[in-house]
């Protein structure tokens, strides 16, 4: 799992054998200020962040156009760090 401030560019990485729902939410717990933006994905594993209490403020990613790839609104930051963790790995 992992998270990315897309203004200061800080990355926090976990690796993890289950990725479901109280998994995602325990690592953004321990990471995430309640309070902070979250970008999401339409994954169902967030559709804790959709409820009134979760604390957090909940931005769908933006699907081509828009600032897609730049900016608040996008996940780029994130996926290019897996694709070049993914890349380190299958050297190994």
């Not at 959709?50 to 604390?55: I, K």
Request: hydrophobic residues 40%; aromatic residues 10%.
């Amino acid at each position: 799992m992992g998270i990315c401030d897309n203004i200061a560019k800080d990355f926090r990485l976990e690796a993890s054998y289950n990725g479901n729902s109280a998994t995602l939410k325990e690592f953004i717990t321990l990471n995430v200020d309640v309070g902070n933006k979250i970008v999401k994905e339409g994954w169902n594993g967030y559709a804790f962040l959709d409820l009134p209490n979760s604390g957090y403020i909940r931005i769908q990613h933006v699907h081509g156009g828009g600032d897609f790839g730049y900016g608040v609104k996008s996940t780029s930051h994130i996926e290019m760090l897996w694709l070049q963790i993914k890349a380190k790995l299958r050297e190994l």
